[in-house]
């Protein structure tokens, strides 16, 4: 097993340009989450999935969209992006439930928005 | 409103002696509790949770937790550290009968030195 994979593991936009951030994982894991890492703030969720075709905002959902046609993938999209932004986002995926919950993270992609 | 806090930014400890990063949390209802640990560039990585049961949880790397109830605490411990043991850890926390959904604090680096 591949695990939870994200691509690109690095990028660098101008604000106001779109990118796609890709998440899958091979578990088949029906919930699946993304969050954003800033310094001193820990992760903070921001949109999450617990199958195919249902999607929910986090915590700090603003700017962001998902959406979740298969399993396997929750890409997310930054339609305009903005300096505030820069982060690190990781894509994280389980299964539901209350005893094989365990989240698992991707290696992260680290966002640079000038 | 729900919250995981870790006091210490920082805590720094010898190798072989004993380590301790704290963790408290608010929330309503009975949690499930989680420790995950962050290596330099790496996405995060599950080391163990509570769910029920034993108030002292085992998990990987030889690191262990002790959820307290009337303290509402869950510190994670290691009776000898490792300078391999250096890494960025998060305590996460989960209502049960809630979505997935983890509330993460805000992380404690741990250093140990040679």
């Known amino acids: 097993n591949a695990g939870v994979t994200q691509t690109p593991k690095f990028q660098v936009l101008k604000t106001g340009q779109s990118m796609t951030l890709q998440c899958a994982q091979d578990?088949?894991?029906?919930?699946m989450s993304w969050y954003r890492q800033d310094p001193g703030m820990g992760l903070r969720l921001i949109h999450y999935?617990?199958?195919?075709?249902?999607?929910d905002q986090g915590e700090v959902p603003n700017g962001y969209n998902v959406s979740r046609s298969t399993t396997e993938d929750f890409p997310l999209r930054l339609l305009s992006a903005a300096p505030s932004q820069t982060s690190v986002y990781f894509c994280?995926?389980?299964?539901?439930?209350?005893?094989?919950?365990?989240?698992?993270f991707g290696p992260g992609t680290r966002l640079t928005v000038l | 409103a729900q919250s995981v806090a870790q006091p210490e930014d920082q805590v720094n400890v010898a190798e072989g002696n004993p380590l301790t990063v704290k963790c408290t949390y608010s929330v309503s209802g009975n949690p499930y509790l989680f420790w995950y640990v962050q290596y330099p560039n790496r996405g995060l990585q599950f080391l163990l949770k509570y769910i029920t049961g034993d108030n002292l949880v085992k998990g990987s790397y030889g690191f262990e937790a002790e959820f307290n109830k009337s303290q509402t605490s869950f510190h994670l411990k290691k009776p000898s550290a490792l300078v391999s043991d250096s890494a960025l850890y998060f305590c996460a926390v989960r209502v049960r009968g809630a979505t997935n959904k983890l509330i993460f604090g805000t992380g404690t680096l741990l250093a140990v030195q040679p």
């Open positions: 999935s617990v199958g195919a075709g249902i999607t």
């Open positions: 994280a995926s389980s299964y539901l439930g209350t005893e094989l919950d365990t989240q698992y």
């Open positions: 578990m088949n894991h029906e919930y």
